[in-house]
């Protein structure tokens, strides 16, 4: 960094030896920060503040009772949501970061939340110290393609241009020099699609810099931009009601391949389980099938989601799960574990059938109404 600037050898802190100062930020600087492209081409940070279910099925986290809202509704129920709040958040582009993102929102209006940038204004000498500590022991969370294309020179084009503001010294000093790197992506559905078209992954392209671009070029960006990074975990969705088998998976991964190359590199990607009715060979990683080099994790789709009425804007809920089906009856006793209603449905679909009819039927014995 500047080596110009006072080392500030009169104050007791800064004199400690290295080992105690870093132990010190160690306490204060959280495991997990957001980076996110705020106006003016600023960047903004934010620490991690997700809790363990936020990112569950059942979505249950994102029910709130603010300003007297209604806590939840009858499971099948239709029409204006009783909690917009919830909506939203059911909407949220960061996936099972929304809280993180209502925080990154507010500004980090909490003084707890003004950590990290408050130690990155005390002087440069501390700055230096906080940015080499955020290099070694924190992980750099992005929830956006425009975030994400920031990671290669050419992408920064974007930023605030002063040479020695906190934009560029986090810009020039930490994205170069990342170990932990977190992606989180809830695109639109036809983001995904538009990667499928994309002809050839391998290739760089001399035109303007695009959003997609960010994504098919991470391979290059790592390799070429990246090099002391040794972890990359990966989240995908998108933010429709259509299953994410509908998606040609191997298409929208095909820039993460050749990254197993790299013995340094631990990649880890986590998505949507898949639906038997629509899973195939060509189009997804199965268990039969040619596996992608990387390790990757499935998990239960949201099943509530937010739902905007274009007439007026008017924000509603609706559930529609993914695989599988009979997700709701997972609770109960007589069906057992999650893993043999996901082997019970599998089978009902080898066989020709629509499992559904097994819900329609608990719904029957039970007395409840079927949705609207």
Known sequence: MDSSFDPQLSSKFIS?????????YAHLIPSQIHLSLGEKGLLRLAPCVQHDNDGDADCINQRTNDAGL?????????????DPIQALRLRSSWGPHWRCEEQMRRGCSRESDRTVMSLLLVCKRMYTDIIETMVDLTAIQINDLETLSLLAPEGRGMLGS????????????????????????????????????VPDFSSTSNSEPSLLSAWTDIRLTINE???KLRELRIWLDHDGLESW?????RAVLSPLASLSNNPRLQVSINLPKLHPRWESAERHFINDSSALPLIIHRRYRQRHHGIVNPR?????????GDFPAMYPLGNEEWMGTMEKVEEMERDEWAEGRDPTRIIDSFMSVHHIDPPA
């Not at 209604?70 to 009783?82: M, Q």
């Not at 810009?171 to 992606?183: A, G």
């Not at 007026?312 to 529609?320: F, N, Q, R």
């Open 16 to 24: 400690a030896p290295a080992e105690i100062r870093r132990a010190i």
């Open 312 to 320: 007026d804007g008017s924000l509603s809920i609706e559930e529609k």
């Open 162 to 197: 002063e040479p020695s503001s906190p934009t560029s010294v986090l810009s020039t000093y930490l994205l170069p020099n990342l170990k932990y790197l977190h992606i989180t992506l809830r695109l639109p559905f036809s983001i995904y699609e538009a990667l499928e078209h």
């Open 245 to 249: 088998s509908l998606l040609n998976e």
């Open 70 to 82: 209604v806590v939840w509704r009858d499971v099948y129920a239709r029409g204006p949501d009783p």
């Open 225 to 227: 931009h990246l090099p």
